[in-house]
């Protein structure tokens, strides 16, 4: 019964940088790998990020990989994914999500359960 909230998002200029963050009610996220995903109008939903629970393995789109770092607090039940260089293409609503080890590997929004309800990032000219 885990419940996610994204927050953070919003309107950033081209090469600005933004911080999402992922609240978790309901449950800890000790025990979950969480993942970043991404959808933009008339696309389907986009890894961008996971991290394992213990935040020792991480993964990255390649689309995303030099920009964007995905970390997590255990203990304050938070998942964070810092964006640094953002283009117009990474404007979308993001969700995050819990994943296991089996799938927190993988890039389908398929191995992930609880969802959140996404936070809109804008990126403008």
């Known amino acids: 019964q885990v419940q996610l909230i994204e927050s953070g998002g919003g309107l950033v200029q081209t090469g600005g940088s933004l911080r999402v963050s992922c609240a978790a009610s309901g449950g800890t996220l000790s025990n979950y790998c969480m993942g970043w995903f991404r959808q933009a109008p008339g696309k389907g939903r986009e890894f961008v990020a996971a991290?394992?629970?213990?935040?020792?393995?991480?993964y990255y789109a390649d689309s995303v990989k030099g920009r964007f770092t995905i970390s997590r607090d255990n203990a304050k039940n938070m998942v964070y994914l810092q964006m640094n260089s953002l283009k117009s293409e990474d404007t979308a609503v993001y969700y995050c999500?819990?994943?296991?080890?089996?799938?927190?590997?993988?890039?389908?929004?398929?191995?992930?359960?609880?969802w959140g309800q996404g936070t809109q990032v804008t990126v403008s000219s």
């Open positions: 999500a819990t994943g296991s080890r089996w799938t927190c590997g993988t890039n389908s929004p398929t191995g992930y359960g609880y």
């Open positions: 991290i394992s629970w213990s935040a020792e393995m991480t």
